[in-house]
């Protein structure tokens, strides 16, 4: 009996000891950004002397939500349990929507009524002779944006009880895309299978499900499309409607709008009709009857994403019609509803014509004639997603359409999520791209946002990075680019430094010795990966299929030449790069003056977009004085340099954090210097193959034989 009462005991504090001990403390990535930490002792009691409550007397869900968000946080924060209540009493926070009696006695109704929907304003007020921080927006999910921004002060450092903050989003749709197959798979995805159970649902909601809602709203995502480009026709059926409703309802409180992406021949593929030309009546009722469906369960569903007549997705092209026809006949079903199409500009076609200019040749001469709500989505840049890439030409070019451009936060092009690459930098630099459309300053961020082209929707998508490991990402520091990309979103004109900054305190920890240096390790991350894998303006030159190291010399017998590197570096004895000025593929001319001519000349060309626009000498002489051969081994050894001092600088890192996340990431970074070597020898001894020519006698010698470098063939398989 007394042997089963101590196993007893035993058995309860084992118990207690896991859930407070191990799992409280288990640094395992997954509360991501999301911490909450005890912030110092003279913070802490001033949170608890101006904030004794919270107040709202809403019955909506985001109004609770974000209530209890503010409840949890002040938990972390100080340790105490703030109550939530109905009536302003106690000085606390007070959570205040358009037209309420709260905004109204606090005279705020005249300015929430011109505000951005999405927007907030945070501020201290009096009432009845008790301070107040009021928490204001024209609407409930204003209204736990402004919560969490209250939060990220707190955490950031930067609380001030005084300070006033006005916010509103740039961008109207701030949109996740998933590429998650309905079987679990991820296309490009590394962070285990997919987030969404499509076999549980609609019955089981995975408890990740709402974590996921959180962390989007945590930094302003508000669109999320859970299902891949290549869409498979399934999701239309009433069986996967249900399953989609049952996520929509879950990410409902968190401002989250369910969006679908869509095979354009559903109705032939669903077998409801012998084809799925959009000028046949019966295929536009069929969509029409879909769009109903779906809004009857989903009333504030978002619409459709479409890959049309890309990569051998099925498009109105195949029965003799074009983008605009096709997209035009879904925006048609989804106007009653008020929903969108979103319709990719990511096409092109084996040829001769180069693929970078495609996209714009195919899409220009529709430009006015897509009905306004379809929305044109385009990559960043002109080709794929490529470490570098200078921008699209669409943008800013199509002047009578909406257009949003697309980002890729997954790693395809940068590693995997074995590559630490902070993707801030590389956003803000498309975002901050001059396209010239309107003189300058035309920036990609305002030719889209609204302000210089206005449309009723504006917009902007990130390929997701998250899957079902543990930490979401993979990598520890994959998190950072899924917050970066909500909060470039919001607002483009953050830095990614002021990000990567937010980040990291929010993350691990606000103390200077490692937020300096693993901040600067950041924001150098992503001119690394370029340096050690595609510098000066080289593109594609990876292994086929699945786009983690180099095959420059890939030959597949009877592809595509624009899936092979070749196509893209024109590598020969005379010199390397792809020519596409005047007297090349012409792609210069897609892009207003003055950067036609600036990229049609090499010397005025940036260097670090050179052999995109230009076919050079190996001797060439660049602005440094070196060759053209010379300067990309150096370039190559700066992406390896670079990577070694993350390397020394992390290993210093490992008395402030947990050793969880720091053996993690240091484990990472052994992996990513090898392949920057890899990179490094690969490349340049298969082009010294053409040039001929010796690595530079003060740069490091390769440590690889090309012909066991050629020999690589990783089990990672993909279709192009
Ligand atoms: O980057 C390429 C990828 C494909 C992807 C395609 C696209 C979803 O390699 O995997 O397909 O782009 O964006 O449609």
């Given at each position: 009996m007394v042997s089963k009462e101590k196993n007893m005991k035993r058995f309860v504090f084992l118990i207690w000891f896991f859930n407070v001990v191990v799992l409280v403390n288990a640094e395992n990535g997954s509360r991501l950004w999301l911490r909450y930490e005890t912030v110092p002792p003279s913070l802490g009691s001033e949170l608890l002397e101006k904030i004794t409550a919270i107040q709202h007397n809403s019955q909506n869900p985001s109004m609770i939500v974000a209530a209890n968000e503010l409840q949890e946080a002040m938990m972390g924060f100080t340790g105490a349990r703030i109550p939530v209540v109905g009536k302003p009493d106690a000085p606390g926070i007070l959570l205040v929507t358009a037209n309420t009696r709260m905004a109204r006695r606090l005279g705020l109704n005249a300015e929430l009524r011109n505000m951005h929907p999405d927007g907030y304003l945070i501020k201290t007020a009096r009432l009845n002779n008790v301070t107040h921080t009021i928490i204001a927006s024209p609407t409930e999910t204003g209204v736990l944006y402004g919560s969490f921004d209250w939060i990220r002060q707190i955490q950031s450092g930067n609380y001030d009880h005084q300070i006033i903050v006005k916010s509103e989003p740039h961008f109207d749709l701030r949109m996740l895309n998933h590429w998650d197959n309905l079987d679990g798979t991820i296309e490009r995805g590394y962070a285990g299978y997919s987030l969404w159970k499509w076999d549980e649902l609609a019955d089981v909601l995975s408890p990740r499900y709402e974590q996921y809602a959180r962390a989007n709203a945590s930094v302003g995502i508000n669109a999320s499309v859970p299902n891949s480009v290549n869409a498979n026709p399934q999701v239309l059926t009433p069986e996967y409607l249900e399953k989609l409703k049952a996520l929509a309802d879950v990410f409902r409180p968190y401002g989250i709008q369910l969006f679908i992406s869509v095979n354009f021949a559903s109705p032939a593929a669903l077998g409801y009709l012998p084809h799925s030309d959009p000028f046949d009546p019966a295929v536009q009722q069929w969509w029409k009857d879909k769009a109903k469906e779906i809004y009857r369960l989903i009333p504030d569903f978002g619409g459709f994403l479409v890959k049309a007549n890309s990569e051998g997705q099925p498009g109105p092209m195949d029965y003799g019609r074009n983008h605009a026809d096709g997209a035009n006949m879904l925006a048609a079903a989804l106007k009653p509803y008020g929903g969108l199409v979103i319709w990719r500009a990511f096409v092109y076609d084996p040829g001769d014509k180069d693929r970078a200019i495609q996209a714009f040749d195919e899409f220009m001469p529709f430009d006015g004639i897509f009905a306004d709500n379809v929305i044109i989505q385009v990559k960043n840049g002109p080709v794929d997603f490529q470490p570098r890439e200078p921008f699209s030409p669409l943008f800013g070019a199509m002047k009578e359409t909406q257009v949003m451009m697309e980002l890729q936060i997954t790693q395809e092009y940068t590693g995997f999520s074995n590559h630490l690459v902070f993707l801030g930098s590389q956003n803000e630099e498309a975002l901050k791209s001059d396209t010239w459309a309107y003189g300058e300053g035309s920036t990609v961020a305002r030719v889209t946002d609204g302000t210089l082209i206005p449309h009723p929707v504006s917009a902007i998508a990130g390929v997701a990075n998250t899957g079902e490991d543990t930490n979401w990402t993979?990598?520890?520091?994959?998190q950072a680019n899924w917050y970066a990309f909500g909060r470039q979103a919001w607002n483009h004109t953050l830095t990614s430094e002021q990000i990567a900054d937010e980040w990291i305190k929010a993350t691990f920890t606000s103390n200077p010795d490692f937020l300096e240096p693993v901040k600067d390790l950041m924001l150098n991350s992503h001119e690394a990966v370029v340096n050690y894998m595609m510098p000066l303006g080289l593109h594609h030159l990876f292994a086929w299929g699945h786009h983690y190291g180099p095959e420059p010399w890939c030959d597949v017998p009877g592809a595509r030449e624009d899936w092979l590197p070749r196509y893209y570096h024109k590598a020969s004895e005379y010199g390397i790069g792809f020519d596409r000025t005047r007297n090349g593929s012409g792609a210069v001319d897609q892009y207003f003056p003055p950067l036609n001519d600036m990229y049609n000349n090499v010397e005025t060309t940036p260097e670090e977009f050179l052999l995109w626009f230009h076919h050079l000498p190996w001797n060439h002489t660049m602005k440094n004085g070196r060759t053209l051969w010379d300067e990309m081994a150096f370039k190559y050894q700066e992406g390896v340099d670079s990577v070694r001092s993350f390397q020394k600088t992390w290993d210093r890192?490992?008395?402030?954090?947990?050793q969880e996340r720091f053996r993690h990431v240091q484990s990472r970074l052994r992996t990513q210097v090898r392949d920057a070597v890899w990179w490094r020898d690969a490349i340049m001894l298969y082009f010294q193959t053409y040039s001929g020519l010796p690595i530079p006698y003060e740069l490091e010698r390769p440590v690889h034989d090309l012909e066991d470098l050629m020999k690589i063939q990783l089990d990672l398989k993909h279709h192009n």
């Open positions: 993979g990598h520890h520091f994959g890192m490992e008395p402030f954090i947990d």
